[in-house]
Structures are given as C-alpha cells and as structure tokens.
C-alpha cells in the first residue's frame, strides 16, 4: 500500500530515539525476511536472532548486505527485490566506467522518501528562502543523466540515481544546468573517436554574467547564487576564476553544494589531478567573498535510501558528515567486521534505516568507504543531534563505483 505525501512528511519530520529505532528496523527486517528468501536464508546461515535485537549495540548483529552485491556483474539485484519487479517504478543506477553499475530497484514510497528526506536536509543544513534562489548545476541535466545511463546497462525502466537531487533541487529553486550538448562538439567527436565523449560544453561564463548582473541591483532585489555538482568540475571553475584574475564579495548569498565525490581525481570516466579539499574551500572563500559556512558537500551513495549533510570544519580540514534521525551509522574493522565506537576509530562505514527500503533489500548497507568517527551523540561543531563522521575514502580503489553520471561523456 503506497503512502501519501503526508505520511512521508510526517516520517521525515520525526525525531527517533533508539528504542523507536530499533522497534522499526524489527518490523522492516521482518517483512523483508518474510518477503525474500534470499535475505531469510542469509540470516538463517548467520543464527540471526530478530528478539536478541534490544538496544542500539545489538545493530551489529544485523546481517548486512555489501554494496558490491547490487553490481549487475554479481547478478543478485533482482534476488534483493521484496516486491514484484512490475511494481516497481524504476531502478536506480549508479554510473561507472568499467560498465558495471549499481541497480537498486525502487517503487513510489521509495522515491518519495528520497526526495522529501533530501529537501528537509538541504533546507536544514542551508535553512534560506530558495524561492529566491538560483542554482546553477556544474552537469547536464536530470533528463540527459538518465538516459547517459542507458549505456551502462540494458535494464529498463532506469533512472541515473544522480539526478534524484536535480529534481529536488528544481523543486525547491530555479535551476540551470551548465553543461550542454553541443552538435559541432558531436560530430568531431564522432569523427576522431568514435563516440561522444567531450560532446558537451560547459557553459561557465552564465555564471560570472549572473553574478556581475545581480550585484548591481539593490541589495532587497538581490536573488542568492548558488553553485552546485561535482567537485572536479566546480574546481575547473575556481581555476578559470584564478586565470581571470576575477573575484567578489557575496557574503551569505552565495552557496556551494557539491556531491558524489570526486575528491581523488577519478569519477566516472574524468581523471584529474586529486581535489584538495582545504584548497577547494578557501579558494571559493576567497574568490566569492563568502564563509566556509557555506559551502556543503553531499555524501551518499546509490544502494542506500540515506543521504547525508556536511559542513566545513576548520579542525579536520575536511567535512563533517551528519547522520540523520531517520538512520544510524555503525563503523567495523575493515578486517575483521567487529564494532568500533570510540571516537577517532576508523573502519568501514555501514548504514541502516528503516525507511525507504520497501523495494529492496537495503536497510543495512555496508559500504568500502573508510570513515572517521568523530561524535556518537551530536555534531562538536554545530550541535546537530546524530552520529559525526568524515570520509577518508575508498578502502580499495574499485573503478565504476560512484554516484554521478555527469563526468563521463566530458572527458576529451
């Protein structure tokens, strides 16, 4: 049964203490064991008890699926699903250069709580009027995404996982895509490679023209300027800004949303030289006038419902990712899967919700990112409630595991 929008608010709108949360994740367990027998025969295997599952510790206990099991190549994607696959609205896909995606299949309440959760956590991690907004996306756009996609798999219906957050952030503000499909680019491509790689221009100077307008009005007729997409391609821009010698002084009308990595210098088929975060930041301190406040970075990832919100923080040099009410995050060795619960422990990241797992067996993802904890009860630095963390990295460098589609036909 698919539940409305205002059941969904009021999910996202909850504040859950543990004993709530783990009273949901016995129920979602429950239907997920009753309703996929691979995942029973899993739990059955590990001796998992679901009535030895009472306090927050027990979550350990939870048997958990790797993301690698949702590659096409793993051939279980559709052995995770909970309902019939024609219920199903689509599947999200992860982009990748090795040919290999992630396939998650959703159905309507999975999407809708993608989104909503989404739009609460940008609004509560950058709480402005975004009617006033402008968006301007260092990416194609969400309906190109999909189907650039389309190259990784024959599966059908798909939809680039990505661009889930174009359409939340198309809901909330006006957005404009930067990077354009150009036929001239097109047709040498075709000609000297064979494809379409690097048909795509990126459309940098609407940005710069935006701003030089919007500075001139009366501070009350102002809009705010946001900048958004991934980090290879926004730090292409601060380099182009550099080379211009060009910069301003925007305060608190300026945002910088970024996500799906990238940091490493490899995402999709785009290689570059590593991204330094502390030099990410400061370059747009620096050349947009503004605070490290204000720029935030998006961490998710295409086999769990979660996302998560994080800000600068001037002590790690690095952000701080915010787990939120509505999950809870555990760290293991990377050797041998057992808990790690003090702060500065470092180990692979697993997520666990309740929520938006309806379709597919995803509410325990253990992920090869390497993580920091760096708070179990609230953010040292800005008191959000939750467990803190920030991102060391992929465990093992793994081409073809990643979120964005945007990098892989610019590369040329």
Request: with cysteine; glycine share 6%.
């Amino acid at each position: 049964m698919f539940r409305n929008d205002l059941k969904i608010q009021e999910i996202i709108k909850k504040e859950y203490n543990d004993q709530e949360f783990i009273n949901l994740i016995k129920k979602t367990i429950k239907d997920t064991t009753e309703h996929n027998s691979f995942y029973n025969d899993i739990t059955k295997k590990l001796e998992f008890k679901i009535d030895n599952l009472n306090k927050i510790d027990d979550l350990f206990d939870i048997p958990f699926i790797p993301t690698n099991y949702f590659k096409e190549s793993a051939r279980l994607f559709k052995k995770l699903l909970k309902v019939p696959e024609s219920s199903l609205i689509h599947w999200n896909v992860s982009s990748c250069t090795s040919g290999d995606p992630s396939l998650v299949g959703v159905n309507k309440n999975d999407d809708e709580f993608l989104i909503q959760m989404s739009e609460k956590l940008y609004l509560d991690f950058i709480p402005r009027d975004w009617e006033r907004a402008k968006i301007y996306c260092f990416s194609p756009s969400a309906k190109m995404l999909n189907r650039i996609v389309m190259r990784y798999t024959k599966v059908r219906p798909i939809h680039a996982y990505t661009s889930n957050f174009y359409y939340v952030t198309k809901k909330m503000a006006k957005l404009e895509y930067l990077i354009k499909f150009s036929i001239l680019k097109a047709l040498k491509s075709i000609i000297v490679t064979r494809s379409l790689v690097g048909a795509f221009d990126v459309n940098s100077n609407l940005v710069l023209k935006t701003i030089e307008k919007n500075i001139k009005k009366p501070k009350d007729k102002q809009i705010y300027i946001a900048l958004g997409g991934g980090v290879q391609l926004i730090k292409k821009f601060i380099d182009l800004m550099k080379e211009r010698k060009i910069s301003y002084n925007l305060g608190d009308q300026f945002d910088v949303v970024s996500g799906g990595g990238g940091w490493g210098g490899h995402k999709a088929q785009m290689k570059t030289e590593p991204v330094n975060k502390e030099e990410y930041v400061s370059g747009l301190v620096e050349l947009f006038g503004t605070d490290s406040k204000q720029i935030i970075d998006i961490y998710g990832f295409t086999e769990t419902p979660i996302i998560f919100m994080g800000h600068w923080s001037k002590k790690y040099n690095d952000f701080i990712m915010h787990c939120p009410p509505f999950a809870r995050i555990l760290v293991r060795d990377p050797d041998k899967l057992e808990p790690l619960k003090k702060k500065g422990d470092r180990g692979l990241l697993e997520v666990i919700t309740p929520f938006g797992a309806e379709a597919s067996v995803n509410h325990a993802i253990l992920v090869d990112d390497s993580v920091e904890l760096i708070s179990m009860d609230k953010c040292p630095e800005c008191g959000y409630k939750g467990t803190t963390f920030r991102i060391l990295g992929r465990v093992v460098d793994k081409e073809g595991i990643g979120c964005s589609s945007i990098i892989t036909w610019l590369n040329g």
